[in-house]
């Protein structure tokens, strides 16, 4: 079956514009994470998503920052007012379990690399 | 803190070699679920293994291995007859159970393995 993808594969921007990174998790995962890999601060944990509720939002990098999720599928990351320390590739990834139930394997997607100019 | 602690940043060996990639964590939880990817140099993470606390057995997958010890808290990898293939960073990982991130996996700085005919 289809894996995780991720759209765009490249983005290359101007400081301050707004970006919007898709993803598409593995049919019938409930759990959808988002994470970032950056030189300095290598792969960071962003947002969790049960469904489409994410509980915490306190690990996006800043305000600028925001996820969503609908029909428990699709998720957007969106970047507003994009700072050049913001480069990095995003990764999503996507699991079977729900929370409390065990965790299961997080399958990642191929990343966005987003470069802010 | 960082919970996941791989020693080694970069290791260099000659094809055929056998090499050990080290990983040490830390938590206080009971229950724990402990991760290997790698990610070659196309980028995409891609999942080795899962390991829950309660199992201490040892796996062995072809070439690869892990030895998984509680009493010291470490959870290495060996790569048997290495190969040019070989040649990636390896990450180890971290999941525990919250609430708020559901089982966001806490990785590793990773180990950039380097194999040379």
């Known amino acids: 079956g289809a894996g995780v993808s991720q759209s765009p594969s490249n983005k290359v921007t101007e400081k301050g514009k707004d970006v919007e990174l898709r993803c598409d998790p593995i049919?019938?995962?409930?759990?959808l994470y988002w994470y970032r890999q950056s030189l300095g601060q290598g792969l960071e944990f962003l947002i969790y998503f049960q469904g489409n509720s994410a509980p915490d939002k306190s690990g996006l990098p800043s305000d600028r920052f925001s996820a969503e999720r609908t029909g428990g599928s699709v998720s957007t990351l969106t970047i507003q007012r994009t700072q050049q320390e913001d480069s990095a590739v995003y990764l999503c990834?996507?699991?079977?379990?729900?929370?409390?139930?065990?965790?299961?394997?997080?399958?990642f997607g191929p990343g966005t690399r987003l470069t802010v100019l | 803190a960082q919970k996941v602690t791989q020693a080694q940043t970069e290791i260099s060996v000659v094809e055929k070699e056998d090499v050990t990639l080290d990983c040490v964590y830390e938590t206080r939880d009971t229950t724990y679920y402990l991760f290997w990817y790698k990610q070659p140099p196309s980028g995409e993470l891609v999942f080795l293994i899962r390991?829950?606390?309660?199992?201490?057995q040892n796996e062995i997958s072809g070439r690869y291995s892990w030895n998984f010890q509680k009493s010291t808290s470490s959870f290495n990898f060996t790569i048997t007859a290495s190969q040019v293939v070989d040649s990636a960073v390896y990450f180890c990982a971290l999941s525990e159970a919250r609430v708020n991130s559901g089982y966001a996996l806490n990785f590793g700085k990773g180990t950039s393995l380097l194999v040379t005919p």
């Open positions: 990834a996507s699991s079977l379990a729900s929370a409390g139930g065990g965790t299961d394997t997080q399958y």
């Open positions: 390991r829950n606390s309660f199992d201490e």
């Open positions: 049919s019938g995962h409930t759990a």
